[in-house]
């Protein structure tokens, strides 16, 4: 990680996230910048959703599927105004399929400053079988 | 007597693509749409790193932007007259050496931004807080500055 050192962050926009379904709040969805590293023992999967606390964040996970929902509440008080807007506060949602590797019972959610960690361990390597052919 | 409107592209014999000013009309809403409805970024916002959102009520301004994973320690913040410097660097952790990476979208690097206030503040009243990787420095506007009701005699 060593490139990363000298380099100048460059402004981004925020990903809007193609919405799932139809929301029932108004307001925009975006889709957190992610990083997904492998190592023997566990997949990790890193989120950076900036303002949702931990009691927001819905981690789901149905037929294979994970799904990430972190709600954001405005920072901004009710009697601030406007002096200069450049990024939208929204909600991140973003959907991942998981291959049958992950122990989908041993999932670690880990959220700290914004940023999620999310640790999938691997299924320990099926011993393998072997069948035994009978002759007759 | 019946009028029809006839585009003068439309085909005066067949029926080419009869469509065609439909699509049009379509591509103007939404460039319409683009121009009412899709807000800040793009034309007000300065495109350097960290973005930016100022908002202000009777007494202070606030400057919020949005740094996921750092803490407060990171950052160096300074004040003068009316402007504010903001500078850091966002270091992404060193994960396993042997991990192979799937998706690396996070990104990491120096930053530095000034931004300059519409009014002078009160520079030693300036707080700053990191929360859920979000930045909130609120800074006090300078007595002067403020809105101050006159009596009328």
Request: hydrophobic share 35%; aromatic share 6%.
């Amino acid at each position: 990680m060593t490139e990363t050192e000298s380099k100048a962050l460059q402004a981004k926009d925020k990903t809007e996230a193609g919405a799932p379904a139809e929301q029932t709040r108004p307001g925009p969805v975006f889709a957190p910048a992610v990083d997904i590293f492998e190592t023997d023992k566990e997949i990790t999967l890193l989120a950076d959703m900036p303002g949702v606390k931990s009691g927001d964040l819905i981690i789901d996970l149905h037929e294979n599927v994970l799904t990430l929902d972190g709600g954001v509440i405005s920072p901004e008080g009710a009697d601030e105004a406007d002096v200069l807007r450049e990024y939208r506060t929204g909600k991140y949602y973003r959907q991942f399929t998981l291959s049958e590797i992950v122990d989908q019972a041993k999932i670690k959610a880990e959220l700290q400053d914004g940023v999620l960690r999310l640790k999938l361990p691997k299924v320990k390597a099926a011993a393998p079988r072997r069948i035994t052919v009978q002759s007759r | 007597m019946l009028l029809l409107r006839r585009p003068y592209h439309w085909p005066t014999s067949g029926w080419g693509y009869p469509f065609e000013e439909l699509e049009r009309v379509k591509r103007q809403m939404d460039l319409m749409n683009t121009a009412l409805f899709r807000a800040p970024s793009g034309e007000t916002a300065a495109g350097v790193f960290p973005m930016m959102n100022v908002t202000e009520d009777r007494d202070s301004y606030y400057v919020r932007a949005e740094l996921p994973g750092m803490k407060a320690d990171d950052l160096a913040i300074s004040v003068t007259g009316n402007s504010i410097s903001i500078s850091g660097e966002r270091k992404l952790a060193v994960e396993d050496a042997k991990a192979q990476y799937h998706r690396r979208e996070r990104e990491g690097g120096t930053f530095n931004r000034i931004v300059s206030l519409p009014t002078q503040i009160d520079t030693g009243k300036v707080e700053a807080h990191c929360t859920d990787g979000v930045l909130t420095v609120a800074l006090p506007k300078a007595e002067a500055a403020k809105p101050r009701r006159i009596a009328v005699k």
